[in-house]
Nanobody
Framework: VQLQASGGGLVQAGGSLRVSCVASGSTFSTYIVAWFRQTPGKEREFVAAIARRGGNTVFADSVKGRFSITRDNAKNMVFLQMNNLKPEDSDVYYC??????????????????WGQGTLVTVSS
């Protein structure tokens, strides 16, 4: 599976942005998909995850109530809608997929496949 993230950009604080992840291959719907973010020199931080059929989602406390995650398995895509963005949300955002146990979705090392990242910059 190859993942490609897109949709990052520059937005003012309080604004919204949607980042997308498209996957190749026919097994995408069998994977849990998550978004992580990372600042150079720091560990990758969990943002959100969505179950295989989209029925379950989980979010980091820092984004709960502001971000949502959805998926379209027919198009092999996952979306992260980010609202009320804050400067501290500025980061490179990565999508990840894998055969992950739901209890481990917050751990980056649980995922087999990673996209290349898309940069989100929130200005104050």
């Amino acid at each position: 599976v190859q993942l490609q993230a897109s949709g990052g950009g520059l937005v003012q604080a309080g604004g919204s942005l949607r980042v997308s992840c498209v996957a190749s291959g026919s097994t995408f719907s069998t994977y849990i998909v998550a978004w992580f973010r990372q600042t150079p020199g720091k560990e990758r931080e969990f943002v959100a995850a969505i179950a295989r059929r989209g029925g379950n989602t989980v979010f980091a406390d820092s984004v709960k109530g502001r971000f949502s995650i959805t998926r379209d398995n027919a198009k092999n895509m996952v979306f992260l809608q980010m609202n009320n963005l804050k400067p501290e949300d500025s980061d490179v955002y990565y999508c990840a997929a894998g055969s992950v146990i739901w209890g481990r979705v917050r751990f980056a090392n649980a995922y087999n496949y990673w996209g290349q990242g898309t940069l989100v910059t929130v200005s104050s």
